[in-house]
T-cell receptor
């Protein structure tokens, strides 16, 4: 069975600094998707970034980028130039090819400090 | 605007009552999902539906029921058999962006259910 582990329950970062959130996963599949979602205090789940496992190039979306290490089964999220609006819970999620089921990590609560 | 709507935003239930949470999407997505979120935990899958008139149990389906009579709608009923229903409920949908079965899930704003 697939698992997703986020080992950092809480993190903080100064505004304008860079922070990296960790995520590891376990799967025997070769084709799958990985996601980072943001859940601000409003509790709306917002897609931050997505990575297809067959792509070697790391995904980037503006200030957000990932470090995808397939062999190590690691999928970390880097937030550059942190902003106060980045304060939220961040969830890592795994989606296996051929299945509709996602597996979510327990989340990392990120606080950006002014 | 395309998106997913959930109603109500807040819902209160008395002991022994069934309540229904609404989820509607106009993204033309085939698949829809219901998740439960408890404090300090990730999302747990209750039910999902790949197509109209078909749905599958997730990891915590006991005490819940769903229907999928229309592509756009996937209501969730929390029955009196669910002993601890106080939680935040999220609906999601996903579509095909060119092939693979699993695709990006987009979420509604959620419903907070409280048992009185």
């Amino acid at each position: 069975a697939q698992t997703v582990t986020q080992s950092q329950p809480e993190m903080s970062v100064q505004e304008a600094e860079t922070v990296t959130l960790s995520c590891t996963y376990d799967t025997s599949e070769n084709n799958y998707y990985l996601f980072w979602y943001k859940q601000p205090p409003s509790r709306q789940m917002i897609l931050v970034i997505r990575q297809e496992a067959y792509k070697q190039q790391n995904a980037t979306e503006n200030r957000f980028s990932v470090n995808f290490q397939k062999a190590a089964k690691s999928f970390s999220l880097k937030i550059s130039d942190s902003q106060l609006g980045d304060t939220a819970m961040y969830f890592c999620a795994f989606g296996g090819s051929g299945t509709y089921k996602y597996i979510f990590g327990t989340g990392t609560r990120l606080k950006v400090l002014a | 605007d395309g998106g997913i709507t959930q109603s109500p935003k807040y819902l209160f239930r008395k002991e022994g009552q069934n309540v229904t949470l609404s989820c509607e999407q106009n993204l033309n997505h085939d698949a829809m999902y219901w998740y439960r979120q408890d404090p300090g935990q990730g999302l747990r899958l209750i039910y999902y539906s790949q197509i109209v008139n078909d749905f599958q149990k997730g990891d915590i389906a006991e005490g819940y029921s769903v229907s999928r009579e229309k592509k756009e709608s996937f209501p969730l009923t929390v029955t009196s058999a669910q002993k601890n229903p106080t939680a935040f409920y999220l609906c999601a949908s996903s579509g095909f962006e060119g092939g693979p079965s699993t695709d990006t899930q987009y979420f509604g704003p959620g419903t907070r259910l409280t048992v009185l």
